[in-house]
Every structure is written in structure tokens, then in C-alpha cells.
């Protein structure tokens, strides 16, 4: 099983940019979830799924789309890119939340 | 507001001791705490749940502790060793929840040889 995959794992945006980044997973979770990371603010949960067709927000959901055409795929969508969306982006699956597997996370800078 | 505490200063221990994690929590009637492991530039690694109703749970060298009155986790290491220093991240799913965690800012451990 290759897990969680994530690409890219680097990318680089000017302001006003939109640009998708892939989460993939091979375990048949149902339970998939987007993160954010930055220095002293820890996780921060931009959107998640409880099974394909349904998503809901997380906490710092704006500017950010997600849809779950399938179990495996969770795309994290950014519409029009901001410096302040300058972050690592983890995407995780698991069975009805419990243990968590996460991805190797995409280091995103925004200029 | 809900609140998940955990010290942001790094703890510094010497090879062999016990090390010894806190996360606090507010606001939160969590029905699990898990921890998860951090190395730099990695994604979290899973290494304990522990439910509401359990007051501690051992893996080899692990051991956590969950006290609902007080509102509080301890994570312990036992026999420490260089390799055990990371960022530790503790998480809470709240009952009748989506399932989905949150995660406190993590602490870092460091562990001297």
C-alpha cells in the first residue's frame, strides 16, 4: 500500500493564481481531511469528508474548495492564491476518525 | 472557546530519563486523545488513542495517561533516546463529533545524548 499520497510536494504561486493539490489514498477510508501547518499555530483543519459526495469546513475553510468525487482522490482546491496562504498542506485518511494517516504534506509559498 | 494546550517550550532531556508531555484541554468532551509523533519535514505519525473511559495505555516504551476531571493528558517515554526527539502533537475527537481531530500546537522534545 503506498498510503497517502500528496502532490506536489513544492510549489511556488504568484498572488491570484488558483492551483489544485491531489490527495490520494489506497486504504479505502472513508474519512479524509485537509490541514494546514504553520509555525506556532500547529494543525488547522480547512475541510474534510466523511465519504465521497459529502465535505464539510473545517476551521480556516476560506478561499479554499474540496470535492469527493471518489473514495480515493480528495482534491484541495486554492481559487485565487494569497500570501497568507504561504503553508505546508497535509491531507489525512482514516476509518471513522480514528488513527490518522497522513501524507507527506505540498510546501506551498504564495509571492 | 475550545482550547487545546500544549507547552510550546521544548523540553530538553538527557538519554535514559523519562520524558513527559502535558496537553490541557478546555471547552472539549473528548471521547478520544490520540498522539501523534512529528519529525521535520514529515507528515504526523499515529502512536496512541486512549478513550474517555481509560486511564492510561502502554506501548513498548509509551505510556499515556487521560484524566477527564482534571482535563488533561500525560504522554510519557520511558528510557529516552536521541531518536525519540520530535515534535509531539496531541488530538482530541469530541463525542457526538464529526470524528475529525484537532490537534494542539505539538511540543518538541529533545533529547541529549
Known amino acids: 500500500n503506498a498510503g497517502v499520497t500528496q502532490t506536489p510536494k513544492f510549489q511556488v504561486l504568484k498572488t491570484g493564481q488558483s492551483m489544485t493539490l491531489q490527495c490520494a489514498q489506497d486504504?479505502?477510508?472513508?474519512?479524509m481531511s485537509w490541514y494546514r501547518q504553520d509555525p506556532g499555530m500547529g494543525l488547522r483543519l480547512i475541510h474534510y469528508?466523511?465519504?465521497?459526495?459529502?465535505?464539510d469546513q473545517g476551521e480556516v475553510p476560506n478561499g479554499y474548495n474540496v470535492s469527493r468525487s471518489t473514495t480515493e482522490d480528495f482534491p484541495l482546491r486554492l481559487l485565487s492564491a494569497a500570501p497568507s496562504q504561504t503553508s505546508v498542506y497535509f491531507c489525512?485518511?482514516?476509518?471513522?476518525?480514528?488513527?490518522?494517516?497522513f501524507g507527506p504534506g505540498t510546501r506551498l509559498t504564495v509571492t | 472557546s475550545q482550547k487545546i494546550e500544549q507547552n510550546s517550550e521544548a523540553l530538553n532531556i538527557q538519554e535514559g530519563k523519562t520524558a513527559t508531555l502535558t496537553c490541557n484541554y478546555t471547552?472539549?468532551?473528548?471521547?478520544?486523545l490520540q498522539w501523534y509523533r512529528q519529525d521535520p519535514g514529515r507528515g504526523p505519525v499515529f502512536l496512541l488513542l486512549?478513550?474517555?473511559?481509560?486511564k492510561e495505555k502502554r506501548k513498548e516504551r509509551l505510556k499515556v495517561t487521560f484524566d477527564t476531571t482534571l482535563k488533561q493528558s500525560l504522554f510519557h517515554i520511558t528510557a529516552s533516546q536521541p531518536a525519540d526527539s520530535a515534535t509531539y502533537l496531541c488530538?482530541?475527537?469530541?463525542?457526538?463529533?464529526?470524528?475529525?481531530?484537532?490537534f494542539g500546537r505539538g511540543t518538541s522534545l529533545i533529547v541529549h545524548p
Open positions: 489525512a485518511s482514516s476509518e471513522q476518525g480514528y488513527e490518522q494517516y
Open positions: 486504504m479505502n477510508h472513508e474519512y
Open positions: 469528508s466523511v465519504g465521497a459526495g459529502i465535505t
Open positions: 471547552n472539549y468532551s473528548p471521547a478520544y
Open positions: 486512549i478513550r474517555e473511559n481509560e
Open positions: 488530538a482530541l475527537l469530541s463525542s457526538g463529533g464529526s470524528y475529525i481531530p484537532t
